[in-house]
């Protein structure tokens, strides 16, 4: 329970989470509530397909990883949906870091199974079972031995937030070293998918000319469309963030109020929408 005898300090900074106007506090929780259950679903479409099919290719081996993934951030909703709905946060700190940083692990490593899906398609490369099993337990690895300690040791670290608050570690973007890996990471993302989305346009340019008009009937075409759609979930879920996040760092010296909270917020829970690529698939919109 929150301590009704908070300092003045806690007081203002608390009022961030209830000065929230209520339409933005209802398109989070709309967000989620979305992503909850249409994530859901297709995981468990998804999950079907792939026990029917008892397929053991290399891009059997990523989807599954992306399921295992989507799992876990699905996971966590409630936990957000809870926080945004009742006003406090009741889970303790761990937990706040916790589900603070399965969001963020959520989207890069997503990020890095769509790079993997579409680089292997576009090259045509040809892998062994076991090296794309070891590839995707190493970013496993990465992810919870490097990525997650270093997440729950910086972020919240400063002792300066209420055990009632959850998902506002704006004092730790006043650091030099949190600015620079932000930077970083805005920079690789959006690099990454800029080449990749140059290459593939110029890949489905080639094959409309080539196999027109009935492209739709060709192999690889078809596969180059597929791969399309990443970098379309890339573009829509992803960039939008990190476009906001250069904006939010450049001015949080100015956002006394923490007024641009709320706003990063939204973007971020907009990160949450790849989980419905799977949806997507089963239901055939992405073929």
């Not at 995981?43 to 029917?52: A, D, I």
Request: net charge positive; with cysteine.
């Amino acid at each position: 329970m929150c301590n009704s005898s908070l300092t003045q300090q806690s007081l203002s900074s608390n009022e961030t989470l209830q000065d929230t106007s209520e339409g933005l506090r209802t398109i989070l929780i709309a967000l989620y509530l979305i992503n909850l259950a249409g994530g859901t679903l297709g995981v468990v479409l998804m999950s079907h397909q792939l026990f029917q099919r008892r397929s053991q290719s290399v891009m059997t081996i990523i989807i599954s990883s992306l399921l295992v993934l989507h799992i876990l951030l699905l996971l966590s909703i409630p936990f957000r949906l809870s926080y945004y709905i009742l006003g406090e946060w009741r889970f303790g700190w761990l937990a706040c870091q916790l589900t603070s940083a399965i969001i963020y692990i959520h989207m890069y490593i997503t990020f890095t199974f769509y790079v993997a899906i579409i680089s292997i398609r576009l090259l045509r490369l040809e892998f062994q079972k076991c090296c794309i099993a070891a590839w995707v337990a190493a970013v496993w690895l990465l992810g919870a031995l490097v990525i997650t300690p270093v997440f729950l040791s910086y972020y919240g670290a400063s002792n300066s937030y209420h055990s009632c608050q959850c998902f506002q570690f704006h004092k730790e973007m006043e650091k030099v070293a949190m600015v620079t890996i932000n930077y970083c990471l805005v920079g690789v993302l959006m690099s990454v998918c800029a080449v990749l989305t140059a290459v593939q346009l110029s890949v489905i340019c080639r094959l409309a000319v080539k196999y027109w008009p009935d492209i739709n009937s060709h192999v690889e075409f078809r596969a180059q469309a597929k791969s399309s759609f990443f970098i379309l979930v890339t573009l829509v879920c992803f960039i939008p963030h990190h476009v906001f996040r250069v904006y939010y760092i450049q001015n949080l010296h100015l956002d006394k109020d923490h007024k641009l909270l709320p706003y990063n917020e939204i973007f971020l829970a907009l990160t949450t929408m790849c989980c419905l690529d799977m949806l997507c698939f089963t239901a055939g919109i992405a073929h």
